[in-house]
């Protein structure tokens, strides 16, 4: 189990525990922002799904820190490590970085005819 807001908490202060934990939501609703506007619909959808994800794990993991939800074996993406929480995280992460960098690729690709252009040059 990791009590790492709990650990913050009591080392830095509540002030700075609430401001990580409004960066790492506010980093979330970057990602959601920066999702719906994709004109692919499957990158959107995608996209969003996967902060949903990050904004799920924050959540609980808050609210298991607080002490309103049983803390069970959970992580907070970005702040915690955490068996395969890392490799999650990493791969949402990729995913998310995969949608925003395809997002100016045309939907419909031209078709190009390439010729052939033979020449009879002789090699001496």
Avoid: H, W
Wanted: one cysteine or more.
């Amino acid at each position: 189990m990791e009590f790492g807001l709990v650990y913050i908490t009591a080392y830095f202060g509540i002030v700075v525990a609430a401001a990580i934990m409004c960066v790492l939501i506010g980093l979330v609703f970057y990602f959601i922002g920066m999702s719906a506007g994709q004109k692919n619909r499957m990158g959107m959808m995608m996209g969003i799904g996967c902060c949903s994800v990050f904004l799920v794990q924050i959540l609980f993991y808050v609210l298991g820190n607080v002490g309103i939800l049983p803390f069970a074996n959970m992580y907070c993406p970005f702040l915690t490590y955490g068996g395969t929480g890392i490799l999650v995280t990493n791969v949402l992460l990729g995913i998310l970085i995969s949608i925003y960098r395809y997002q100016d690729v045309p939907l419909k690709m031209k078709k190009r005819r390439f010729k052939l252009e033979l020449s009879m040059k002789r090699v001496y």
